[in-house]
């Protein structure tokens, strides 16, 4: 029997929801609602309501939940108490309280509750921790991360620290299997907006791992990298190509003494991995209803989500008091 789903929230985001979820085999897309209409065309001949409760009341085991941060809440909960697995857009929530209150509801009720942190799902980050995980990297010494690019239009309720940050927050504690421990952290606004529009972070995670982030809506370039460095050199992802590269530590002495004296390491080999490359939404779509079929659990958790706005939180913590934030 397929997975009736439907989908709430229709704007930039909601619209590429709608395509991938009429590809995901043993469910079927079967309403659409936005109180603001269709504006994309993703309904695309699907019953299209204007509420949650619509939505609802038309049959659904599902829902992917697309609609503005401020909004998590209160459509969650409805979903919760209607019995109907969820799968958020990330942030979980505008605040961490409100993302608790999700979690215990969905929770208590024995649903499914998600949150869509796609970059996981990017096929150069599961390669990535695939590769560190069986050792391939040894010990991981730090993990940065770049995030730049223009203000998106789309965004008008949350600084680019929940919209952009928490995607390199989860990211980097998923890679290193270690949650954040410790968070220093610098903003500044360049618009008229109350949020922030840049940070740069600095963090340790439990393992000891190091990190920092440089995440903004303020540069004319996009770049997405994650950069993993290790005993045995680095591995560097590039989510907007999902591509894999190797950088390794040299196994050929350098002949020149103070060099080598100075520089630690040498330079080796560099070698970009060839792997078949998945969009990143259909994956998450199907980790979605494999947790909800009870295959596996691959998707990302409330619990974990919310765990990622409080490191955000606290990085906004950090950047009003000046000092480090130990979580």
Not at 54 to 64: S, T, Y
Not at 280 to 308: C, Q
Request: hydrophobic share 45%; proline share 4%.
């Amino acid at each position: 029997m397929s997975i009736r789903t439907g989908l709430i929230g229709l704007g930039m985001m909601g619209r590429h929801h709608a395509r991938v979820m009429r590809s995901i085999e043993g469910t079927e897309l079967v309403a659409v609602a936005d109180p603001f209409g269709d504006k994309h065309g993703a309904a695309a001949g699907l019953p299209l309501f204007q509420t949650v409760e619509e939505l609802i009341a038309h049959g659904v085991d599902a829902v992917v939940c697309a609609v503005p941060t401020g909004l998590h809440e209160e459509v969650g909960l409805k979903l919760a108490a209607a019995g109907v697995h969820v799968m958020v857009e990330k942030p979980i929530a505008e605040n961490v309280e409100a993302g608790q209150r999700l979690v215990d509801a969905f929770d208590s009720a024995g649903l499914v509750g998600a949150v869509g942190h796609i970059e996981r799902f990017n096929p150069a980050l599961q390669q990535m921790r695939k590769r560190i995980e069986s050792g391939e990297l040894g010990d991981i010494y730090q993990i940065a991360t770049r995030r730049q690019g223009p203000f998106p239009a789309r965004i008008a309720d949350v600084g680019v620290v929940k919209d952009l940050g928490t995607h390199d927050i989860d990211l980097t504690a998923w890679i290193a299997q270690s949650p954040f421990a410790e968070v220093n952290a610098k903003t500044f606004t360049a618009s008229e907006r109350p949020h922030e529009d840049m940070i740069v972070a600095t963090g340790r995670l439990a393992s000891g791992v190091i990190t920092n982030h440089i995440v903004n809506w303020l540069s004319p370039m996009k770049e997405r990298l994650t950069i993993v460095t290790g005993e045995r050199g680095a591995f560097v992802a590039d989510t907007v190509t999902a591509d894999l590269t190797f950088y390794e530590n040299g196994s050929v002495p350098t002949e020149w003494d103070a060099l080598s004296a100075f520089r630690g390491v040498s330079e080796g080999n560099v070698t970009r991995y060839a792997f078949a490359k998945a969009e990143p939404l259909k994956t998450e779509h199907e980790a979605f209803r494999d947790g909800i079929l009870g295959n596996r659990n691959a998707y990302v958790s409330m619990r974990e989500g919310l765990d990622t706005l409080r490191v955000a939180e606290s990085m906004l913590e950090s950047a009003d008091s000046g000092s480090s934030v130990h979580l």
